[in-house]
């Protein structure tokens, strides 16, 4: 029998790129996310390429408690038995001084970043928790283990996503639960598209000069810590190109 992986935010980026990856490798898929064309395209495009996998699609906001508990509360018997949880929904929205901050961004980042991964996690975990397995990825950053000029709110929701990756594994640790920190430097995705609200010239900015990540990098390691041994658990990951040394020391020779 297959894996069963839920995997938050599938319809771009590293999350899309892992619901590729992880199809490759025969694991069942719960894909979720908001926009539900990208989710059904996704999905008629796995079941067509991995006839050996299953695939289910929900649509919806993580932000709103409702809608994670309607979903994924409600799961039929066939998809309840979730053994892998990859937390990886989320967005920078902004990028301001903390005395010019807007509102509805930092709103925006807390509730995604920080109670939409424990949302979905507290619905999925006690099934792991019955179950004594189960693994649970969180996508943070490098952003969670540094701070950088008019990264507040975002450098704070992803320290936060450090500390819940820590706190679930020793709070897990007796039910046989893994827990990995992922934590990704520059990647080349939707994300500062989201993060610039469309402005395509500001959202280049950070990967001029440089070879970011993509997701396929990205999913890779994420396959690599699912796919080890079950007494073998990678803590915490930090992945950056090449290019990058800290969050702001880049070489764009
Ligand atoms: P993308 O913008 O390409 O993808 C983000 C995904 O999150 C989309 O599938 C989006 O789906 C989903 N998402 C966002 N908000 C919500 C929401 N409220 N409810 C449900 N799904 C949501 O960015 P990335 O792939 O780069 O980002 C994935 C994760 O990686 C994020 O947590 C990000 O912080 C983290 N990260 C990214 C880095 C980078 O440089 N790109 C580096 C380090 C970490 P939809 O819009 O359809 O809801
Ligand atoms: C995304 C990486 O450096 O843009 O988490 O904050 S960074």
């Known amino acids: 029998m297959n894996k ?52 289910l699609t929900l649509n919806f906001d993580v932000r709103s408690l409702s ?60 099934g792991m928790v019955k179950r004594g397995k189960g693994h649970i990825l969180n996508v943070a950053s490098i952003a969670g283990k540094e701070i950088y000029e008019n990264g507040n709110v975002y450098c704070a929701t992803k320290h936060a996503a450090d500390a819940l990756s820590r706190s679930m594994r020793v709070d897990l640790v007796k039910h046989g639960i893994k827990v990995s920190n992922i934590a990704p430097g520059l990647v080349k995705t939707e994300f500062s598209d989201v993060r610039f609200k469309g402005d395509r010239e500001k959202a280049e900015v950070p990967y001029k000069g440089m070879k970011p990540l993509t997701g396929d990098d990205i999913a890779d390691v994420i396959y690599y810590c699912i796919s080890l041994p079950a007494h073998v658990n990678i803590d915490d990951v930090l992945i950056m190109p090449t290019a990058q040394a800290t969050s702001t020391i880049v070489n764009r020779s």
């Open 4 to 55: 069963i992986t839920l995997i938050t935010g599938a319809t771009s980026g590293i999350g899309l790129a892992t619901a590729r990856k992880l199809a490759n490798h025969n694991f069942d898929l719960i894909i979720t996310g908001r926009r539900k064309e990208r989710l059904e395209n996704l999905a008629e495009e796995l079941q067509k390429n991995n006839k050996n996998i299953r695939v």
């Open 67 to 126: 809608e994670v508990v309607e979903n994924l509360g409600n799961l039929d018997n066939d998809w309840q038995d979730i053994d892998i949880l990859v937390n990886n929904a989320g967005l920078a929205v902004g990028l301001n001084h903390i005395d010019e901050g807007i509102i509805d961004d930092w709103e925006r980042m807390i509730d995604t970043n920080i109670k939409g991964l424990l949302y979905v996690t507290r619905v999925v975990s006690p």
